[in-house]
């Protein structure tokens, strides 16, 4: 069975909307580009090495507007491994709409969504989901991701679309291996979910090293 990887870039308040550029969901935003710069070379290495063995992206539908508009027109600079491999892989859109498919090898997936990423686990090895919010909502309750790159980056914007919407269902997560931070001070964090439901307790209880303060 294939994997599903979600890409995420968020600041300090967990904000996902539009890390990218101004137009890429502009709707009440004004922060439009906020990673832009904040970029470095760790950060960008870190990137380019979660993304190794794609081969397939899962997009909601304005991100893959924007990575239509971007990707098969991308031609030199430090981008092109991650040009290449996007343009070369299958991009699977999730949308209610119509889209306009014009990227080579670009499929919409049908109305039951989980049912469809479940058989894109059947036909895919690596498959990575990259910003889409709306999307990432949905693939969090239904559990149907195996691994969560989170870039928290050194910044709270207060507005904006975040990681875990609204209504996110409770979950375990556990750390995959030790945070890393580039020199803007980005720093990744790579999870795997756990399984089950956060426990809680009294920090105070007998034994547990806590107090509370008179």
């Given amino acids: 069975m294939g994997l599903i990887h979600v890409e995420l870039f968020a600041t300090l308040d967990l904000v996902g909307q539009a890390p990218g550029g101004p137009e890429e969901d502009?709707?009440?935003?004004?922060?439009?580009?906020?990673?832009?710069?904040?970029?470095?070379?760790v950060v960008g290495a870190q990137i380019a090495?979660?993304?190794?063995?794609?081969?397939?992206?899962l997009l909601g539908r304005r991100t893959y507007d924007v990575f239509a508009a971007y990707w098969p027109h991308r031609q030199g600079g430090r981008d092109d491994g991650i040009a290449a491999l996007f343009n070369g892989v299958p991009k699977y859109v999730a949308s209610r709409g119509r889209p306009g498919l014009s990227w080579a090898g670009s499929t919409q997936l049908g109305p039951d969504l989980p049912?469809?990423?479940?058989?894109?686990?059947d036909r895919h090895e690596h498959v990575a989901v990259v910003g889409s919010l709306d999307l990432v909502q949905t693939l969090l309750r239904e559990e149907l991701f195996d691994r969560l790159d989170l870039w928290v980056h050194p910044i709270v914007l207060g507005v904006g679309k975040r990681v875990f919407a609204a209504g996110a269902v409770p979950a375990n997560l556990t750390l995959l291996q030790p945070p890393a931070a580039g020199p803007s001070g980005t720093v990744h964090l790579r999870y795997a979910p756990a399984g089950g439901v956060p426990a809680t307790g009294d920090v105070s209880a007998p034994g547990r090293g806590g107090g509370r303060s008179a």
Avoid: I, K
């Avoid at 502009?26 to 070379?41: I, N, R, S, T, V």
């Avoid at 090495?49 to 992206?57: I, M, R, S, V």
């Fill in 26 to 41: 502009p709707e009440g935003f004004p922060f439009g580009g906020w990673q832009a710069p904040l970029l470095d070379e």
């Fill in 49 to 57: 090495a979660a993304y190794e063995g794609t081969d397939a992206l």
């Fill in 115 to 121: 049912g469809a990423v479940r058989a894109l686990r």
